[in-house]
């Protein structure tokens, strides 16, 4: 959930859409996505739209503020608004994410009221994906297993590292072993999948202390694993540390060795990988609800800073709790603005989402120019032979690690 929104067209009060969105509405995969914007503190290096407790009591006095105490209640608000700009359409909700900031410092009622909100307004699918992410230290079993009596049945820990030093780097505060410890006991709650998100190329890590964090989460025995590299992000506090030399910048090539290193641990291991920084050991275990991003479904994005997309029109809520719990108060849309995405928008966006995926994008999304780019990357050694000559450009190991120079080539 990036800090930064862009201008866009303004949304109509009510939060109606264009009636060409609506059109297809059900045929698409649907999901929600629920954005929880608390933090206990404020990683270093974290550039998301959250907000600590003292951050909030700033605002206090100044209106209805979202407070951690009735955000469930707003955020259910807006469920039923969704509702209402959607129709009486039949529209069951094939996955549902809870992210943030730490959905998990919330009691564990309110995130079972918000779905049940979503089960009462809209219906879940049968197979619905349903997770949450989730601090480890701001878990328990009890919480756990109230969860999954509730109806989740994915859970996403933020592990990072298993290095104390390099958690420190990252203002992590979780216990060293706790995100491990957490997947046993969402095991043992009855959770059906179970996620555990890294973190690579850390200031002052080592080749041997990102092997020890792999080994670690691996040893834990969830059925994902995310892996990312460490973005340092303009305005950051790490990024300040940076420019102050007070950190190393860390360069592209020790990202892509570190890349190397995760993707032998985790082959070796049994995970498979189903998109750039996403791998699971079974098709089952693949995360729905990004699939549901990465190839073009629709989704509402509740909660402060979320942002939706419903049959090519683009949205997005209003950035602070406070300016959001005040729309809501006076019966508005939360929503700050929109963009109908032209068709030229969306292939460009299908070959950007579409090529980060293990079955790659079709062919006939290219231009001339671009299937020019994708025949040489072939000859480069970026694409695989056998899914180009069904059409299709899929992405080598190699052509992974230049992902975006790749994507960068064929939307030409």
């Not at 480890?136 to 592990?159: C, H, K, Q």
């Not at 909660?303 to 508005?332: D, F, I, T």
Request: hydrophobic content about 40%; overall charge negative.
């Amino acid at each position: 959930m990036p800090s930064a929104l862009p201008d866009g067209e303004p949304v109509p009060s009510d939060g109606s859409l264009p009636a060409h969105a609506l059109t297809g509405l059900g045929e698409r995969p649907f999901g929600f996505y629920l954005h929880v914007p608390y933090c206990a503190t404020r990683c270093g290096y974290c550039d998301f739209n959250t907000y600590t407790a003292t951050e909030l009591h700033a605002q206090a006095g100044r209106g209805p503020v979202a407070t951690q105490e009735t955000y469930a209640q707003n955020l259910i608000g807006e469920i039923r608004l969704a509702r209402k700009v959607l129709g009486a359409v039949d529209l069951p909700v094939r996955t549902v994410f809870l992210g943030g900031g730490t959905p998990t410092l919330l009691p564990a009622r309110d995130l079972v009221a918000m779905l049940a909100a979503i089960r009462e307004e809209f219906g879940l699918a049968a197979d619905a994906e349903v997770t949450t992410e989730a601090n480890p230290e701001s878990v328990d079993p009890a919480y756990l297993t109230e969860l999954r009596e509730g109806g989740f049945n994915r859970i996403s820990f933020g592990m990072q590292s298993a290095r104390p030093h390099v958690l420190k780097v990252l203002d992590r505060h979780h216990t060293p072993g706790r995100p491990e410890a957490c997947v046993a006991e969402a095991r043992a709650a009855g959770f059906d999948h179970v996620n555990l998100d890294l973190i690579y190329g850390t200031p002052g890590e080592s080749d041997q202390d990102w092997q020890a964090s792999l080994a670690a989460a691996i040893g834990a025995g969830p059925d994902h694993v995310s892996a990312y590299s460490l973005i340092v992000e303009e305005g950051t506090r790490l990024a300040g540390r940076i420019k102050r030399g007070e950190l190393p910048m860390v360069d592209d090539d020790v990202h892509a060795d570190r890349y190397l290193i995760a993707e032998q641990a985790l082959s070796e291991a049994g995970y498979a990988w189903y998109e750039v920084s996403n791998w699971a050991t079974t098709e089952a275990g693949r995360c729905r609800h990004n699939e549901l991003y990465w190839t073009g479904g629709d989704w509402w994005g509740a909660g402060p800073g979320a942002h939706s997309h419903v049959g090519g029109v683009r949205w997005w809520n209003a950035k602070h709790p406070a300016a959001y719990a005040q729309a809501l108060a006076e019966g508005r849309t939360p929503a700050q603005g929109r963009e109908v995405l032209p068709a030229e928008d969306q292939r460009v966006e299908r070959i950007l989402l579409e090529l980060r995926l293990v079955d790659g994008c079709p062919l006939d999304l290219l231009t001339a120019a671009g299937l020019r780019a994708a025949e040489q990357a072939l000859a480069d050694g970026l694409l695989a032979a056998e899914p180009f000559a069904a059409g299709r450009a899929a992405l080598t190991l190699r052509g992974r690690l230049l992902a975006d120079a790749v994507v960068r080539d064929l939307v030409d």
